[in-house]
């Protein structure tokens, strides 16, 4: 059995903007306002920091309204009120309702996978699971939404599916992106467009203007709801999007940013030759190792600004430096070749 890492340190940051970038009201670019929140979130893929950043419009024609747009697709990474993804989740109840493993089978199976988890908490990751399954739309939800309604003239929806393994079924979610309800939840073998609009119509009954869709770029869920609200405007989770075609370039970036970085270890030998020499060259080394020093230091932030490539190109720019510099020197001093 392999042992599970420590998950507890996150590998990576997101940061998180909304997927609607412009004002539904006025078309003026939204501007960020604060974090509405930020969290270590532990999912199937490691612990992730999430940042999600609220903005709003700042137009004045649009009047006082404190209205603040966030990530749909950030607040769909995990329940309120808890630390582990809609992954880790949906993993959960697989493995409790498909494969009738026990509470004790659950919390090994997760720990296997890399969620450090104890047998309390996988119970209550269990409980969620049950409690997000009978979300639906009920007087209280209405009265709720009322108030989205008043305060941000409208409702934002979004649509997710998360997949706990391959080859089962998908659990969909739908939420009210202002509030972070949860309307429906549904686990579905095929997912078609025909059984997504059936989960959404409750939603549709209710009939609150919705301003905003947002979801991934599954097909069904975008014909579902462009379907039900042709005429609202659509936004797909760029982040989720992006990763999905993007993969096969990450995976090439990583690969390059490791070999690069392996070459570069051979400084901490420079560094020692220079270390105590006080010399003008010996700075100006000096200098430059630091400037090596940062570049493996960068991280990025993919896939839109992918580390490998980052540390490609400034390691190219400081090597450029540095021959200019022997050049200069050589032309200045011959006779010393
Ligand atoms: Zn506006």
Same mark, same amino acid.
């Given at each position: 059995?392999?042992?599970?890492?420590?998950?507890?340190?996150?590998?990576?940051?997101?940061?998180?903007?909304?997927?609607?970038?412009?004002?539904?009201?006025?078309?003026?670019?939204?501007?960020?306002?604060? +974090?509405?929140?930020?969290?270590?979130?532990?999912?199937?893929?490691?612990?992730?920091?999430?940042? %999600?950043?609220?903005?709003?419009?700042?137009?004045?024609?649009?009047?006082?309204?404190?209205?603040?747009?966030?990530?749909?697709?950030?607040? #769909?990474?995990?329940?309120?009120?808890?630390?582990?993804?809609?992954? $880790?989740?949906?993993?959960? =109840?697989?493995?409790?309702?498909?494969?009738?493993? +026990?509470?004790?089978?659950?919390?090994?199976?997760?720990? !296997?996978?890399?969620?450090?988890?104890?047998?309390?908490?996988?119970?209550?990751?269990?409980?969620?699971?049950?409690?997000?399954?009978?979300?639906?739309?009920?007087?209280?939800?209405?009265?709720?939404?009322?108030?989205?309604?008043?305060?941000?003239?409208?409702?934002?929806?979004?649509?997710?599916?998360?997949?706990?393994?391959?080859?089962?079924?998908?659990?969909?979610?739908?939420?009210?992106?202002?509030?972070?309800?949860?309307?429906?939840?549904?686990?579905?073998?095929?997912?078609?467009?025909?059984?997504?609009?059936?989960?959404?119509?409750?939603?549709?009954?209710? %009939?609150?203007?919705?301003?905003?869709?947002?979801?991934?770029?599954?097909?069904?869920?975008?014909? #579902?709801?462009?379907?039900?609200?042709?005429?609202?405007?659509?936004?797909?989770?760029?982040?989720?999007?992006?990763?999905?075609?993007?993969?096969? $370039?990450?995976?090439?970036?990583?690969?390059?940013?490791? =070999?690069?970085?392996?070459?570069?270890? =051979?400084?901490?030998?420079? !560094?020692?030759?220079?270390?105590?020499?006080?010399?003008?060259?010996?700075?100006?080394?000096?200098?430059?190792?630091?400037?090596?020093?940062?570049?493996?230091?960068?991280?990025?932030?993919?896939?839109?600004?992918?580390? =490998?490539?980052?540390?490609? !190109?400034?390691?190219?720019?400081?090597?450029?430096?540095? !021959?200019?510099?022997?050049?200069?020197?050589?032309?200045?001093?011959?006779?010393?070749?």
């Amino acid at each position: 059995m392999p042992l599970p890492k420590n998950r507890i340190i996150p590998e990576k940051k997101v940061y998180f903007h909304p997927e609607i970038l412009h004002c539904p009201d006025c078309g003026i670019k939204l501007k960020r306002h604060h +974090t509405a929140w930020k969290k270590n979130i532990s999912t199937l893929q490691g612990v992730i920091q999430v940042w %999600n950043m609220a903005y709003f419009c700042p137009s004045e024609a649009c009047g006082p309204l404190r209205r603040y747009f966030r990530s749909a697709q950030a607040d #769909a990474l995990c329940m309120k009120h808890t630390s582990y993804g809609f992954d $880790v989740l949906a993993l959960v =109840g697989d493995l409790r309702f498909k494969q009738h493993k +026990t509470i004790g089978e659950i919390t090994e199976a997760l720990n !296997e996978r890399g969620v450090a988890t104890s047998e309390r908490n996988s119970m209550r990751l269990y409980e969620r699971y049950l409690v997000l399954l009978r979300a639906s739309v009920t007087d209280h939800t209405r009265i709720q939404l009322e108030k989205v309604v008043q305060e941000n003239k409208g409702i934002m929806l979004s649509m997710d599916g998360v997949q706990p393994e391959k080859g089962n079924e998908t659990l969909y979610v739908v939420r009210e992106v202002f509030s972070g309800t949860i309307l429906a939840a549904k686990n579905l073998k095929s997912g078609s467009a025909s059984e997504l609009m059936a989960l959404l119509q409750p939603v549709k009954d209710m %009939n609150f203007p919705v301003i905003g869709l947002v979801s991934d770029g599954q097909q069904s869920i975008r014909i #579902a709801m462009e379907t039900m609200w042709p005429n609202s405007p659509y936004q797909y989770c760029q982040y989720h999007y992006l990763k999905d075609i993007a993969k096969p $370039v990450v995976d090439i970036d990583r690969k390059l940013k490791t =070999g690069i970085k392996k070459t570069l270890r =051979g400084i901490r030998e420079i !560094e020692k030759v220079v270390e105590k020499d006080t010399s003008d060259e010996a700075e100006i080394a000096k200098d430059y190792l630091a400037a090596v020093r940062s570049i493996l230091l960068e991280d990025g932030n993919p896939p839109l600004d992918l580390p =490998g490539i980052r540390i490609y !190109e400034n390691a190219q720019a400081v090597q450029k430096s540095l !021959e200019n510099c022997l050049s200069k020197k050589r032309a200045s001093s011959p006779e010393k070749g």
